[in-house]
């Protein structure tokens, strides 16, 4: 079982990335997703979360209107395509699944998820 996180890089302000969260070992059909990411010296915080059914999402306001998340049930993968980026949101992105029967609900706290990907840096230059 495992999810692996991946299309971090360094850009400019102002670029945008997609980071992919691929599933290994399960199927992400009962699982919904969270996006949280940790700056150095900072505390984890929520990013976006999606339901499994994807039919509800979750974003903080830092990145409301910039950051989109999604989910390909069928390619067993989820999304955040992240546009007009800021050198704030410099951190290690991590995606998380929480199993759950309630299809059309999201959440946003990381304590509920029960698997974790690795992280993938990304990195702002202004």
């Known amino acids: 079982v495992q999810l692996q996180a991946s299309g971090g890089g360094l850009v400019q302000a102002g670029a945008s990335l997609r980071l992919s969260c691929a599933a290994s070992g399960f199927t992400l059909d009962h699982y919904a997703i969270g996006w949280f990411r940790q700056a150095p010296g900072k505390e984890r915080e929520g990013v976006s979360c999606?339901?499994?059914?994807?039919?509800?999402?979750y974003y903080a306001d830092s990145v409301k209107g910039r950051f989109t998340i999604s989910r390909d049930n069928a390619k067993n993968t989820a999304y955040l395509q992240m546009n007009s980026l800021k050198p704030e949101d410099t951190a290690v992105y991590y995606c998380a699944a929480h199993i759950t029967y309630y299809s059309a609900i999201y959440y946003p706290d990381a304590y509920v998820y029960d698997y974790w990907g690795q992280g993938t840096q990304v990195t702002v230059s202004s």
């Open positions: 999606i339901s499994a059914n994807g039919n509800n999402t």
